[in-house]
């Protein structure tokens, strides 16, 4: 079936490290959405990316959208213990995903002081 | 509203039991969307809503589970005869179209006894 894989599954970065996640299509996604759970929260969005190769940045947080558009990362610089939570990517796939959104399994990123 | 209000926010109940969850989505946003969590897991996606009418209910897991929306606004999902593995958080979330980011609202806890 149509599947969307981040690596990795779980990552502990001291604070002040940088952190990437990465996230896989099987299948052409028309656009990629990224969101944020805090511990015992709900998913927040953070941003969308449309345009193979696409890149954009929040703060600390760079999002890139593959050219391909089957694939996408984020990278947080120097993280923060605000930055704990897991981190989803989303996108809408191209042929015969439907309307919604299928999402990644996930990274949770713990950050140690 | 300000945000996709859920209700109950958590909810025990005995197997076999039926229960009634419902969403209401942010004022005007015309997507509805159902997805389940289980612990320490993805978004498991349901049913969506397109103002009433719901095009696409690939995501439900059993006869079991039915959903409704009614005036292009608040949501129901019902889900009969409950069994334990159907013990998760549901979450709803709505947008105006495809286009833009889900807003997800805080969740029903499901737990069956």
């Known amino acids: 079936g149509q599947q969307v894989m981040q690596i990795p599954q779980y990552q502990h970065v001291q604070e002040g490290e940088d952190f990437t996640t990465y996230c896989n299509s099987s299948t052409t996604l028309s656009n990629i959405q990224w969101y944020k759970q805090r511990p015992g929260g709900h998913p927040v969005f953070l941003i969308q990316?449309?345009?193979?190769?696409e890149v954009k940045k929040q703060k600390r947080l760079t999002f890139q959208f593959g050219e391909a558009k089957k694939n996408s990362s984020l990278h947080i610089t120097a993280t923060q213990t605000t930055d704990v939570g897991t981190y989803f990517c989303?996108?809408?796939?191209?042929?015969?995903?439907?309307?919604?959104?299928?999402f990644g399994t996930g990274t949770q990123l713990k950050v140690e002081l | 509203g300000a945000g996709v209000s859920q209700s109950p926010s958590n909810k025990v109940t005995e197997k076999g039991k039926d229960v009634e969850l419902r969403c209401d989505p942010i004022s005007g946003h015309t997507a509805l969307y159902w997805y389940r969590q289980s612990l320490g897991q993805g978004l498991e996606f349901l049913i969506y809503f397109q103002g009433n009418s719901a095009p696409d209910k690939s995501g439900l897991p059993s006869d079991r589970f039915s959903a409704e929306r009614t005036g292009g606004s608040v949501s129901t999902l019902t889900i009969q005869r409950t069994q334990q593995e159907d013990s998760a958080v549901y979450l709803c979330?709505?947008?105006?179209?495809?286009?833009?980011?889900?807003?997800f609202g805080s969740g029903t806890r499901l737990t069956v006894v």
């Open positions: 990316l449309v345009k193979s190769g």
């Open positions: 979330a709505s947008s105006t179209d495809r286009n833009y980011g889900y807003t």
């Open positions: 989303a996108g809408f796939i191209l042929t015969g995903g439907g309307n919604k959104l299928t």
